[in-house]
């Protein structure tokens, strides 16, 4: 038994090791609930003490997600976002971007994408929706590194590949429903 156990053990952790990157990858796409902040180790910056992960702010979150997809009220989204003061969380910046976006605040809109990517590098829905901000600013080549990073990322088969890569394929000056 002992010696079964010596074969399983290491077997089981290098498959969790191995299925680790693509579970992450996968939620990284976003959704209505914000991930957990990454830990900062260094001193050049402190996260805030409020944890994602608390009651309040989830429903907070999800009441702001519901008002920018389900009814397209960007304006009070983004003051119920910013009320959480966690605009240090891809998942918030992001949202809040997006909707500075759809109310045609372009400038706002690069910060807060920005924020998100400055928090999460790998930030696939913040990739793909400051991917659709250069498309509407007439940059199809930063448009098209979006698109690779989304790939490398999150893979072509994504929705988020999808998504920018449709948009891409439109002529230039085309509108953009997204």
């Not at 944890?51 to 907070?60: N, T």
């Not at 448009?143 to 994504?158: C, F, N, R, V």
């Amino acid at each position: 038994m002992r010696k079964l156990s010596m074969l399983l053990v290491p077997g089981l952790v290098s498959m969790a090791l191995a299925t680790a990157p693509v579970l992450t990858s996968a939620y990284a796409a976003g959704s209505d609930e914000p991930s957990a902040p990454k830990s900062d180790t260094s001193s050049k910056k402190k996260k805030k003490s409020s944890s994602v992960s608390d009651p309040k702010f989830l429903a907070a979150y999800r009441t702001a997600y519901t008002a920018i997809y389900d009814r397209n009220d960007y304006t009070n989204a983004i003051d119920q976002l910013k009320s959480l003061k966690r605009d240090d969380v891809a998942d918030v910046a992001n949202l809040i971007g997006y909707s500075y976006r759809k109310l045609g605040d372009y400038k706002q809109s690069k910060v807060y994408y920005e924020l998100a990517l400055q928090d999460d590098p790998n930030h696939v829905r913040t990739w793909q929706y400051y991917g659709l901000w250069q498309l509407e600013q007439g940059n199809r080549e930063q448009a098209k590194y979006h698109l690779d990073k989304i790939a490398s990322l999150a893979g072509t088969t994504s929705d988020e590949y999808r998504s920018l890569a449709a948009a891409l394929d439109k002529p230039t000056g085309a509108t953009l429903v997204y």
